[in-house]
């Protein structure tokens, strides 16, 4: 804000009033075709019709529909999951990025993508982030600005420009305050739509809409988006024959984010003709996975409330300093390769702790990144308030002892035992007796000495008293980056960089982040920023069918 004034030009009532913008899409046979002038590639009738399609509602897809509706369009949305919808963004932290100058912000983006995404991709993208408080405000969504530059790597050119914003009541407040705002509006959302299918005009190759199945028993229906499609549909976090594809290492089961992120996009997007980009970028470090969907769909992030603990590969050896914590890069570690295995030999890693850990308090430091009260790590602000059908679980016990009889602890009396007990486990079969007891052996020296010389942990304390405990770890926490390619204006382009007419994309799928994720807040900026773009420029559009309207 300047003198009072905003630096952009909010909603535009006139505008909205001589539109006469309906929110709820028509119904059935209001615009059915006769059979004998369809082409066969057109359904003969559509079941359901608006301008602006969104398929995916999360936090990209709230941006992207709203800012269509104030643009003057009707729009509508397709969410896979069966109600409620939001997406990793209602369970995030809430932040996104607010820099103080456009240009600076995207040279920085520029260099810390090291080239992969083009500079006018980061140009657009910085030019809405520098209106990110503006947009903050009109909206009434609570906030606060840090009051220093802040971002992923601090080597760039213009880093000291990188700012973020932080949500009042993290992700869960950002969805109801804008959910609230789609209500408002009068914006349809179909929830339980899956296994969505484009519909392209062969010739054109426009994106006039798409089919999709409707509930458990697949009702399939047509619906027709007069000026285009964007697709909001999230990561591949819980596909793991996507990752096994395209991640630089795999598998990544420690993602806690929406179940429901399951790649839809990409099929979908391939089978028009688009490219792909970023698809072995993650935002992530490592989480607890205990392969129980019935209880947590996901990753459960994991702390030992006492010293007494050390990280071990799948073959018994210890490999890093366990204070490090790399929220959006600590996966890359757990791409080390070993020949003699020919496999990746630090998934699962294992954390190794004995009793006097297990009985100092709860390991549930935080709760598919929820924090929990006996992990004393404050506010819980992800998934401990989420419904368990969409992946919400009340969370970890105070004494560990549930979670020891369900068998996510795997124990042992002696070290012996415990390794054996890992080897025979659901989780690996590669476990080395002896490489684990030098592991601990070497801790024990280290921890005698008072100093960590291996690599260079602060807190030292022996594990020594048994019984003996291990939880397996797998990189993930937040969420996969790859997706469609796309253009400053948001476009999904094909290998040639020339845009698919009428397709749009925004969010985790094809978040911008090439050759690692370097921007603090840069999924939630990716989300408001692109989502804007989107929204903004598919509402331009002229109908593809105006012609048969007049």
Request: include cysteine; charged fraction near 25%.
């Amino acid at each position: 804000m300047k003198d009072g004034i905003s630096r952009r030009n909010f909603l535009k009532g006139s505008a909205l009033a001589a539109a006469g913008v309906a929110g709820a899409a028509a119904l059935s046979g209001c615009t059915a075709q006769a059979e004998e002038t369809t082409p066969s590639w057109m359904p003969t009738a559509w079941d359901y019709e608006t301008d602006v399609l969104v398929i995916g509602y999360g936090g990209a897809g709230l941006w992207a529909g709203i800012t269509a509706y104030d643009e003057g369009s009707q729009v509508m949305y397709l969410e896979k999951a069966p109600f409620r919808g939001g997406g990793s963004s209602s369970i995030n932290m809430g932040q996104w990025t607010a820099p103080h100058d456009a240009d600076a912000a995207a040279q920085f983006a520029f260099e810390a993508f090291h080239g992969q995404t083009p500079k006018e991709v980061c140009q657009a993208w910085a030019e809405e982030a520098v209106l990110n408080p503006d947009y903050a405000d009109e909206y009434g969504l609570e906030y606060t600005l840090g009051e220093t530059p802040r971002a992923e790597y601090d080597i760039f050119t213009g880093f000291e420009e990188m700012y973020v914003g932080s949500g009042t009541g993290y992700g869960k407040a950002f969805f109801e305050a804008m959910d609230q705002h789609r209500q408002d509006r009068g914006i349809e959302v179909l929830f339980d739509c899956h296994d969505e299918e484009l519909i392209q005009n062969p010739e054109t190759k426009e994106i006039i809409g798409c089919y999709t199945l409707i509930g458990e028993d697949g009702d399939k229906k047509a619906v027709k988006a007069s000026k285009g499609v964007i697709l909001c549909t999230g990561g591949f976090e819980f596909n793991y024959e996507l990752q096994e594809k395209y991640l630089k290492c795999y598998p990544m089961k420690g993602f806690y984010g929406w179940k429901y992120n399951t790649g839809d996009g990409i099929k979908m997007t391939q089978k028009v003709g688009a490219d792909l980009w970023h698809m072995q970028q993650v935002c992530g470090g490592d989480d607890a996975w205990f392969d129980d969907p019935e209880i947590v769909p996901g990753g459960v992030s994991v702390a030992s409330p006492t010293p007494n603990y050390i990280k071990v590969s799948r073959l018994g050896e210890r490999w890093g300093n366990e204070e490090v914590f790399s929220p959006h890069g600590g996966w890359k570690p757990y791409a080390n390769f070993d020949e003699e295995i020919c496999d990746f030999d630090r998934i699962p890693s294992w954390y190794i702790f004995d009793h006097t850990s297990f009985s100092g308090g709860s390991w549930g430091g935080m709760v598919g990144g929820a924090a929990t009260a006996n992990g004393g790590m404050g506010i819980g602000y992800m998934t401990e308030d989420l419904d368990p059908e969409l992946g919400g679980w009340a969370g970890w016990s105070a004494d560990n002892q549930w979670e020891l009889e369900r068998g996510w602890i795997t124990s042992g009396e002696t070290i012996e035992e415990l390794a054996a007990n890992i080897a025979a486990s659901k989780w690996d079969d590669k476990m080395d007796v002896e490489k684990l007891k030098a592991s601990i052996a070497r801790w024990n020296e280290l921890c005698e000495a008072g100093t960590d010389d291996d690599f260079g942990r602060a807190e030292l304390a022996k594990i020594e008293t048994g019984p003996f405990y291990a939880i397996p770890l797998y990189p993930g926490i937040c969420n996969t980056i790859g997706g469609a390619r796309r253009n400053e204006n948001a476009n999904v382009v094909d290998p040639d960089g020339e845009p698919i007419p009428r397709l749009y994309s925004a969010g985790s799928f094809g978040n911008m982040n090439g050759h690692t994720y370097a921007i603090t807040g840069g999924n939630g900026s990716e989300n408001w920023c692109v989502g804007r773009i989107a929204g903004r420029h598919a509402a331009s559009l002229e109908a593809w069918d105006a012609a048969e309207s007049k």
